[in-house]
């Protein structure tokens, strides 16, 4: 073997119904003396919780998808100007890609407090979105100092945006085995972080108050993170940013629809990982992982394709160009502007593609 792996330093606090505990001794071990807590509405209790322990607090509850660059200025503006010098940012992607945005310019530490199973708080990447173009990069300043996962915050999660959000986590274990950085580590992290995934939201369709399921969906979702920031993106978060950035489509439903058909397309050029891959999906069991996959989708109930979440079909070829131009050259699977059609028409029909088994 013969590899180059960076792992990035974080510090992880896990445990049931202590975030106001641990976020109050982070704010005291990193000597905060004003923080932005970044937090939007639907977390208002939780958020009161951590302004009594953090005391001297500026409140951000404007938190959109995608992180608009205008509004990113304007929040590293209400940093500055309040000498704030710690962030935590509580929710999901969104609220730590806002904080994320923040530090990149600012150079602040972030607390993150994840209620989703979303993932960027175990990563350096950063995305912001400037007339309809989503950019994303990679920064030591925006990998968050410490995370605080709680497996009380992800309970009342709705089971559709569970499995919406949870389904973006796979993702990022999907992608990390074939990125262009991907390596032997992260590929068993990935691994290892969908079998855990996959696990846990088949108990939380069934039970969504399954603490055991949350948990490992947490542990599973920090996992998938810490690959993905390893490897780096692949073809499925290339698509998914386009998709949210220049069409605006929610995110973690996006890469609900999307990963299917991205595994179906690459999994015939890498028949090893992709065995290795459906075990993992599947609780060990012998299947094709598009088939795997697919079966998952379908007990989950999950987002099936790019026409229920508001994508005209008259932009396929507008997106399979965009797509092109931007595809990793070392995707399994060759890309062309052909087969990228395939499989975004495929995508905004919730069809199968040739190589994808329909379910049973």
């Known amino acids: 073997m013969k590899f180059v792996h960076d792992t990035l330093g974080q510090r992880v606090l896990f445990g049931q119904g202590l975030v106001v505990e641990h976020v109050g ?50 929040i590293r503006g209400v940093a500055r100007d309040n000498a704030v010098d710690l962030l935590v940012a509580v929710g999901g992607g969104s609220a730590t890609g806002l904080a994320k945005a923040v530090a990149l310019t600012e150079e602040l530490p972030i607390v993150a407090v994840p209620t989703t199973y979303s993932g960027s708080e175990g990563t350096n990447v950063w995305g912001l979105t400037d007339e309809g173009v989503k950019r994303t990069g990679v920064s030591a300043a925006v990998l968050p100092t410490s995370i605080v996962y ?16 949870g389904l973006n986590a796979l993702a990022h274990s999907v992608d990390a085995l074939w990125a262009p950085a991907a390596d032997p580590i992260n590929r068993a992290l990935a691994l290892e ?25 947490l542990y599973g979702t920090y996992l998938s993170a810490i690959a993905f920031a390893s490897s780096g993106p692949a073809l499925h978060h290339k698509i998914c940013h386009i998709l949210g950035g220049t069409y605006g489509l929610p995110h973690a439903e996006t890469h609900a629809v999307i990963l299917p058909y991205v595994l179906a397309f690459n999994s015939p050029s890498v028949p090893v990982l992709a065995t ?47 797509t ?9 699977m060759p890309v062309t502007i052909e087969n990228l059609t395939e499989l975004l028409s495929a995508a905004w029909a919730g069809a199968p593609l040739p190589q994808m088994i329909p379910p049973k």
Do not use: C, F, W, Y
């Open 25 to 74: 001794a982070e704010a005291r071990r990193l000597g905060a003396r004003k923080v932005m807590l970044i937090a939007s509405p639907r977390e208002d209790a939780l958020a009161a919780r951590l302004t009594d322990v953090l005391q001297n607090v500026v409140r951000i509850d404007d938190v959109r998808q995608h992180v608009p660059l205008e509004h990113a200025v304007r």
């Open 150 to 165: 709680d497996t009380d915050l992800s309970r009342s999660l709705p089971v559709p945006l569970s499995v919406a959000s």
């Open 193 to 217: 972080a969908t079998r855990a995934i996959s696990e846990s939201l088949r108990r939380i369709v069934v039970d969504p108050a399954d603490e055991e399921a949350r948990s490992s969906a």
């Open 276 to 322: 290795r891959l459906a075990r993992a999906l599947s609780d060990g069991a012998e299947v094709d992982a598009a088939r795997a996959l697919e079966d998952l989708r379908v007990l989950l109930d999950a987002p099936r394709s790019l026409d229920a979440l508001g994508l005209p079909e008259s932009v396929i070829g507008e997106l399979a160009l965009q």
């Open 324 to 332: 092109l131009s931007v595809a990793p050259a070392t995707n399994p």
